[in-house]
């Protein structure tokens, strides 16, 4: 266990490196820099990286300025950061809570009833929902916000802007419409998978009641699946999420990523990629540990 | 089913499980009416492939048909700036109306045709990463997979971890940033497919192993294969219709991304940059492609949803059929098992044949080139034929400048200007550009005639053909017999006092323009020359005063002959001698005192010129105007000049058309407005057909222009397009001027399948008049004696070829952004 962390604190390392190479390349190389070579350029980026990691050291990664009315303010990066990954956070545990609860609500209701046209609905729908891009299902639902307010005159839920309220609802609902089909599908593949198998008939012949065969015999050995099947919508999200940000003006870690690296605010973007790439590896490594925890045969096969 | 839940959460054991292995003991008659039993779970289960096949087919036809459904074409339709709705003034976007069915965008551009157009080009650059994703992430696979658990394979694995440590979206955006989003398609196809081969490449792998553990691989080691020949004929066709069916799930995700690049501003190309006003820019997405459709329509999204809800629609469509398409083959492929043959059969063949065939098709119809090319095609030399008949015409005697036949021609284009949908220069005046000058005219042929000692005629020379008069500076009218003196100096910036020596009486001075002093023919008059003939390329006649309405300073007191150089160096072969023969000595007696040299060429020339009283003349130059559509091109011009005038009529009743280069260049532009009004093309840069009267001029109507309108005008002026000798010649096109446009001429030639090169033209004045890019555009071989050079001798083909080139080459230089 401790040998496993260990290795992964190494290779987690290495990719902050990496990505804190490649951001600072990937700004020189835009910068259109017509007398530089490429090696100059590679030159430029290591020694901004090298700059970076000296702040980092020194825990003060400079400051942004944001123009306020007519002045400018400077904005400490750290603090920047911070606010707009709590932002950002928020908006996706919340969709993920949704995404998670519904979509293995569906994928189970679809496997318990296999065979049935509530099924077969249920999973067209899912393949619907995981052809959905985020930017149509914001347009749509945005589209029948306002048609609501036009009919009627109530506003039920704001089409843009923060706050930790009903801002939350757009927003997290289209975050969570790709995550949830992806979910639902891999739980009905792996539920209606461990229905098949032989121990399950055994678990039935042998008189066991159905909620017990479900909650004992199937739902477990589907459950790495499932896990891991949120691991990946996790990352769906995370790809998708500048997308929402910047479609309902939701002040966080995607959206200012975006402008930062239009405007090249390097310490900035390689800062909030940072971010990024360290909840990454970090969810993946407690998907891992979950999965473990889970699936003792899994503990067996890495140990040794 | 309700009641099958309700057992399900019961508490006793369902039973209804084992039900399914009972066997029922159905009666014999029976049997015959039950429906088979698999057949609803193959109609569920196809279900996927059904509807994405009919989605894809969709939208494979519209990849091929779409551009003859669209109402308009996007690379040749202009922009509408404003319009008057229900006495509404409104300005785009317009919202979807009778004409507009889905709306416009920001530049008013129809939004269902670029949704069309842009069909072809969103696939094909998904297709391409689809494919570049493929073929990286399986070859990766397969090697990982096949070295499994060797350095390759950990190398392979944790380079996947690297490359998927930040969401593919920010990855994709830098890498395509950082590579020069201006470099267009391939940029997209590079980090594309850098960013997403790695759950290929996983799945490959895994595949790869999974096969490689079955029985037969050990079979076939045993019998003694190679492992490469074990991976490709065991393993790769085990894993093919995999692959097949990640191609096509493929295509959705990269399609998914591109949907989702495009909203944040990144698309293919990236958008041209176009200055408004003095400061600001604007990025204007001027290639019909989804992505960018969005992009260019974000900031709408909430007022102006059309603009972005068909784009959205769009991809959400093609995502949707993909992804179906591809679950319905994986559960095709779980349901019958792996089926390898039939990708081998003949039909197979056919299809694919088929498919790559449209592919092939598609892939070289992306982008605006195709509708160019296929609108310059429509090109018709014999309507272009028609007009130079006109103004060849009899009718119109020769069309010499200020005779009443250069005027009809003058009001014929004019006619055709008004009726192609040109607009005149200022409202008030017309088409009619006038242009008042002074011009002196021989009376008679003036002649130009070699004799030995002794009188005998040795050659003639033909006025017009071979040589004209020149009336600037003392030049002038009478006639001379003398010794033809051959003068060479030593540079041109000769001082009267270097030509100290040179006497010149009673003798006649024959010299090389280029390498004269400036206005030597005053020098030549005050050293006692009888005549002055000056060799040139240009041997155009200068009869015009210099300034309009000018007078004489000096009374013209000796005949100025301008020679051309082809007939001057014919003459001296004949005398064995040549004309850098001839100037060496004055070349090598630069270092000496006396800077020229002078050598009698032992034939006399007896010259005769009558010349007229100076006349007032009116002439008219036509000019019309097609202005461009786009809000910011519009303001820059393109220039498009030719001339009209003829070489009148002779005495003998003969009439000099000027075919090649009077007729045939405003033919083939009357052909072109034509075809361009009938098909609908606009223009984004403004584009001005100018068909200048005194085309041999030294103050010609292009200057007239120049000083009286250009000065004043807000357009700026970016290519001047002159047009010579269109309709006769070697063949091959030459082309000369400002290189990016000489470039775009021999690519538009190219395109057109002419033979074009850059060559070394002569230019008249009216041609270089207006400053500018400018590029001169002839057939090799242009030039033809005049008397010959007749409507009846142009050439239908090579009209046919320089008219598809030009309007190709116009097309392009008024639609696109950077040419």
């Known amino acids: 266990m401790t040998h496993l962390l260990f290795r992964r604190l190494i290779s987690a390392v290495l990719i902050c490196l990496a990505i804190i190479l490649f951001c600072s390349l990937g700004l020189r190389l835009m910068r259109h820099a017509p007398n530089r070579s490429v090696l100059d350029l590679v030159a430029d980026s290591v020694s901004d990286s090298a700059s970076f990691l000296a702040r980092l050291a020194r825990g003060d990664l ?3 300025y944001r123009a306020v009315g007519r002045r400018r303010i400077a904005v400490p990066v750290r603090a920047l950061v911070a606010d707009t990954y709590v932002k950002s956070l928020g908006l996706l545990l919340v969709s993920l809570i949704i995404a998670s609860i519904l979509g293995v609500g569906t994928g189970t209701l679809g496997a318990v009833l296999e065979g049935s046209p509530i099924s077969l ?3 067209s729908g899912t393949l619907l929902g995981i052809s959905l891009p985020t930017f149509f299902t914001a347009l749509v639902l945005q589209v029948i916000e306002i048609t609501w307010y036009q009919r009627t005159g109530v506003r039920l839920v704001p089409v843009g802007g923060f706050g930790w309220d009903a801002h939350l609802v757009l927003p997290a609902l289209v975050l969570a419409a790709r995550p949830l089909a992806q979910v639902a599908r891999i739980t009905f593949l792996s539920l209606s998978e461990a229905a098949d198998q032989d121990y399950v008939r055994t678990a039935h012949a042998k008189g066991l009641p159905s909620r017990q065969v479900w909650a004992e015999h199937i739902m477990p050995n589907a459950a790495v699946p499932i896990l891991t099947s949120l691991g990946v919508s996790l990352r769906f999200s995370l790809a998708s999420l500048p997308v929402v940000e910047l479609f309902f003006s939701w002040p966080g870690l995607g959206s200012t990523l975006l402008t930062a690296i239009r405007s090249q605010q390097t310490n900035l973007v390689i800062s909030l990629a940072l971010a990024l790439g360290l909840t990454f590896m970090l969810v993946n490594l407690l998907l891992e540990l979950a ?5 003792p045969r899994l503990r067996m096969a890495v140990d040794d | 089913m309700l009641s099958r839940l309700r057992r399900a959460l019961r508490a006793e054991p369902d039973l209804t499980w084992l039900q399914s292995e009972s066997i029922e003991a159905p009666e014999p008659f029976e049997h015959a009416e039950s429906r088979p039993p698999g057949r609803r779970w193959r109609v569920e289960a196809s279900l996927p492939l059904i509807a994405g096949c009919l989605i894809v087919l969709v939208l494979f036809s519209i990849v091929l048909f779409g551009p003859v459904m669209a109402p308009e074409n996007p690379y040749l339709a202009g922009q509408r700036n404003s319009m008057i709705i229900d006495g509404q003034f409104t300005t785009p976007p317009f919202p979807p109306m009778p004409g507009l069915p889905l709306g416009s965008d920001e530049w008013g551009r129809d939004i269902l045709s670029m949704l069309l157009y842009g069909t072809r080009n969103t696939l094909v650059a998904c297709l391409f990463i689809a494919m570049a994703r493929i073929l990286l ?13 060797g350095p390759l394979d950990r190398l392979i694995m944790s380079t996947i971890e690297w490359t998927t440590a930040l969401p593919g979206l920010l990855t994709g955006m830098i890498l395509i940033l950082a ?3 201006e470099r267009g398609i391939a940029v997209f196809i590079v980090a594309l497919c850098l960013v997403g081969w790695g759950e290929i490449a996983q799945y490959i792998r895994s595949e790869f192993m999974l096969v490689r553990r079955k029985p037969f691989i050990e079979g076939a080691r045993v019998i003694g294969l190679s492992g490469l020949e074990i991976a490709v004929r065991h393993i790769l066709p085990n894993v093919l219709p995999s692959l097949v069916v990640i191609a096509v799930l493929e295509m ?14 990144i698309y293919v190309g990236g958008g041209t940059w176009v200055q408004v006003g003095d400061t600001a820019v604007a990025n204007i997405p001027d290639i019909p492609e989804w992505g960018a459709m969005m992009a260019g329509a974000r900031q709408y999204a ?52 088929f498919v790559a065939a449209a592919t092939a098709y598609i892939i070289t119809h992306v982008g605006p080139a195709p509708s160019y090319a296929s609108l310059a095609q429509r090109f018709d030399s014999s309507l272009a034929l028609a007009h130079a008949d006109v103004l060849g015409s009899p009718d119109l005697r020769g069309r010499e400048p200020g005779s009443p036949g250069a005027s009809l021609a003058a009001d014929y284009v004019a006619d055709r200007f008004a009726e192609y949908g040109l607009e005149p220069l200022a409202s008030s005046a017309g088409y009619a550009l006038p242009l008042t000058t002074t011009l002196v005219s021989p009376l008679g042929e003036p002649r130009l005639e070699l004799v030995d000692r002794n009188g005998d005629l040795l050659r003639t020379f033909t006025y017009r053909d071979d040589f004209g008069v020149d009336i600037s500076g003392h030049g002038g009218a009478g006639t001379a017999t003398g010794e033809l003196v051959w003068l060479s100096f030593c540079s041109p910036s000769l001082s009267a006092a270097d030509l100290r020596g040179l006497d010149l009486s009673g003798r006649i001075a024959i010299y090389e323009a280029a390498t004269a002093p400036v206005d030597f023919v005053v020098e030549a008059m005050l050293r006692g020359a009888a005549a002055v003939i000056v060799v040139d390329r240009d041997f155009a006649s200068r009869l015009q005063y210099a300034e309009p309405g000018g007078e004489y300073s000096v009374r013209p007191l000796l005949p100025v002959i301008r020679l051309g150089t082809s007939a001057a160096d014919d003459f001296l072969d004949s005398l064995g001698l040549s004309s850098q023969q001839l100037s060496a000595p004055a070349v090598l007696a630069c270092e000496g005192a006396r800077k020229w040299a002078a050598r009698e060429l032992g034939t006399l020339a007896r010259i005769s010129v009558q010349l007229s009283e100076p006349t007032p003349t009116r002439v008219t130059s036509v000019v019309g105007v097609l202005r461009g559509t786009d809000a910011q091109l519009n303001k820059e011009l393109v220039i498009v000049s030719m001339n009209c005038d003829g070489g009148g009529a002779l005495a003998d009743g003969r009439v000099l058309q000027a075919a090649n280069e009077g007729v045939a260049p405003i033919s083939t532009v009357l052909e072109m407005l034509r075809l361009w009004k009938a098909s609908g093309f606009h223009p ?6 100018a068909v200048w009267a005194g085309g041999q001029w030294q103050y010609p109507g292009a200057s007239a222009y120049r000083d009286e309108y250009a000065r004043y005008s807000t357009l700026e002026t970016v290519a001047v397009v002159n047009l010579g000798g269109l309709g006769r010649g070697s063949g091959e096109l030459l082309a000369d001027g400002d290189a990016n446009l000489v470039d775009l001429l021999i690519r538009s030639a190219e395109a057109s399948g002419v033979s074009a090169r850059d060559g070394e033209l002569l230019w008249h004045p009216y041609e270089s008049a207006l400053g500018s890019a400018a590029i001169k555009i002839e057939w090799e071989g242009a030039r033809f004696p005049s008397a010959s050079d007749v409507v009846g001798e142009l050439d239908p083909v090579l009209i046919a070829q320089e008219g598809q080139t030009i309007n190709l080459l116009l097309i392009t230089l008024s639609r696109e952004y950077d040419y």
């Open chain 1, 62 to 64: 400079g400051a942004v």
């Open chain 2, 252 to 265: 959705g995700a990269v399609l998914m991304m591109l949907g989702e690049l495009g909203f944040i501003g």
């Open chain 1, 121 to 123: 609905v249920l999973m």
């Open chain 2, 179 to 181: 590579l020069g989003i």
């Open chain 2, 137 to 149: 992430g399986a070859a990766l696979g397969m090697l990982a997979g096949w070295s499994e658990g």
């Open chain 2, 302 to 353: 909430r007022s102006k949803t059309w603009m972005v809800i068909y784009p959205a629609a769009a991809f959400f469509v093609a995502v949707l059929g993909f992804n179906l398409l591809g679950e319905g083959l994986r559960r095709l492929i779980q349901r019958r098992g792996i089926r390898t043959a039939f990708l081998l059969s003949k039909r197979m063949v056919l299809v694919i044949a």
């Open chain 2, 684 to 689: 984004r840069r403004t584009i001005m057909f």
């Open chain 1, 291 to 295: 999965t473990r925890a889970l699936d």
